[in-house]
C-alpha cells in the first residue's frame, strides 16, 4: 500500500491519480489516519500553501509523529511544500519545520533579476531543468536536465551538501531533490511534470532502499 498523506493542505486528486498511473496493481489511498500511514509500505508527503498553515494543520490532525517515523523507517517522497517541511525552519511565517534536516527555507530575494537585468516573477512557476547531482535509483531513465514543474517561492538550502541530489536556476542554482536513506524529497511536481514525472514516481514504487 502507498498511502499519500492528506492534512488538508493542498489538491491531492493530481498526485494520487499520477501514482495510480504508475502502479495500477498496488493499492493508493489518500489519508489523514496515522495508523494507516504506520501500515503503509511507501509514503507521500505532499503539500501547496504557506509554511505556518501547513505546519499548524500537520499537528492539529495528529500527523506530526507519523510523518517523521514514516521519513526514518519507509520508502518516503516529499514533495514542494513536503520538501521544506522537512527542515529546521522557514523564512515564512519564521515557523520551526519538523527539523530532519539541518538547514532553512528561503525565499528568493526581491526584487529577482536574470543576467540580463530582467526582472523574474516570484513565484517561480512553469517549467524548469533539473540537474541532477548524484546517482540515485528515482533518477533512473531521466535524462540530464530533463524539465520539471515547479510552482514555489522558497527553496530549501541544506546545511549538509551531501542531502542534495539536484539543482534548478532561477537564475542562480538552488536545490531541488534531496536524498538521504529511504527517504527522498523534490521542490518540483511530478505529478504534473509528463513524462519525466511519471517516470520518478514510477523509480520511487520500484525503489528498496
Known amino acids: 500500500m502507498i498511502a499519500i498523506i492528506d492534512y488538508g493542505m493542498g489538491?491531492?486528486?493530481s498526485v494520487e491519480q499520477a501514482m495510480r498511473h504508475v502502479a495500477p496493481?498496488?493499492?493508493?489511498v489518500v489519508t489523514d489516519d496515522a495508523t494507516v500511514i504506520a501500515q503503509a509500505e511507501r509514503v507521500v508527503?505532499?503539500?501547496?500553501?504557506?509554511m505556518p498553515d501547513c505546519m499548524r494543520e500537520l499537528t492539529a490532525r495528529g500527523?506530526?509523529?507519523?510523518?517523521?517515523d514514516a521519513a526514518h523507517t519507509k520508502p518516503f517522497l516529499g514533495i514542494c511544500i513536503g520538501?521544506?517541511?522537512?527542515?529546521?525552519?522557514?523564512?515564512e511565517g519564521d515557523v520551526a519545520g519538523l527539523g530532519l534536516f539541518k538547514g532553512e527555507v528561503l525565499r528568493f530575494p526581491h526584487p529577482l533579476m536574470d543576467a540580463q537585468g530582467n526582472k523574474l516573477k516570484v513565484p517561480h512557476m512553469g517549467w524548469n531543468q533539473v540537474h541532477q547531482t548524484r546517482a540515485h535509483p528515482l533518477w533512473d531513465g531521466i535524462a540530464q536536465d530533463a524539465r520539471f514543474y515547479y510552482v514555489h517561492s522558497y527553496y530549501v538550502a541544506p546545511q549538509n551538501a551531501d542531502l542534495v541530489q539536484a539543482t534548478s536556476d532561477y537564475p542562480?542554482?538552488?536545490?531541488?531533490?534531496v536524498?538521504?536513506?529511504?527517504?527522498?524529497?523534490?521542490?518540483?511536481?511530478?505529478?504534473?511534470s509528463h513524462v519525466a514525472g511519471l517516470k520518478l514516481l514510477q523509480n520511487f514504487v520500484r525503489w528498496n532502499p
Open 11 to 13: 489538491n491531492l486528486r
Open 25 to 28: 496493481d498496488v493499492e493508493v
Open 45 to 50: 508527503f505532499p503539500g501547496q500553501g504557506a
Open 63 to 68: 500527523l506530526r509523529d507519523a510523518v517523521i
Open 83 to 91: 520538501l521544506q517541511m522537512l527542515f529546521e525552519h522557514s523564512a
Open 172 to 177: 542562480q542554482p538552488f536545490v531541488c531533490a
Open 179 to 192: 536524498a538521504q536513506n529511504n527517504l527522498f524529497a523534490v521542490q518540483f511536481h511530478p505529478e504534473k
